[in-house]
């Protein structure tokens, strides 16, 4: 899932989890979210010989709101341009996967179950599941190419 700016909205952090998938257990980032939103979504699958395609229409924001609203997140990746909706100088760049998150900051975000308010510009998010939340794609566009 890629966006030219994601907004995570009372996200909390659980820490690194195992889950199983298709490809056998991965380690993953576990959040938990009020609300997502998304500018420019462009989302891509692998399906047997293809890769299958989802974008919003350009300029739209994708939305995805409701109860229990869970990311298993391989990788994190985006610009930071705000936390707790205070801007930020777009000098921080975040790569966050599960080999890369400092213990003690896991540790004690997990434990605390801060909410957090976080946007990033030019994001990536590599996800292994999600669970909960309904996703609207203003102007969705479906198409698949060769892998």
């Known amino acids: 899932m890629k966006g030219s700016r994601v907004a995570l909205h009372d996200l909390v952090f659980h820490g690194v989890v ?9 380690r993953v980032l576990k959040f938990s979210a009020g609300s997502v939103t998304i500018r420019d979504l462009k989302m891509s699958v692998p399906v047997g010989p293809q890769i299958q395609h989802i974008d919003g229409a350009p300029g ?9 609203i869970t990311m298993y997140v391989e990788s994190l990746t985006g610009t930071l341009s705000s936390i707790e909706n205070l801007p930020t100088p777009p000098v921080l760049r975040l ?3 599960p080999d890369t998150v ?3 900051l896991y540790d004690t975000l997990g434990d605390l179950g801060l909410k957090l308010q976080l946007s990033l510009d030019d994001a990536d ?4 599941g999600q669970t909960g ?7 969705i566009h479906g198409y698949g190419t060769p892998r």
């Open 95 to 97: 790569h966050l996967t």
């Open 133 to 139: 939340g309904k996703l609207v794609i203003p102007g």
């Open 125 to 128: 998010i590599d996800q292994a």
């Open 18 to 26: 195992t889950v199983d998938t298709a490809d056998g257990p991965k």
């Open 102 to 104: 400092p213990e003690w």
């Open 60 to 68: 739209s924001t994708s939305t995805l709101r409701g109860d229990g």
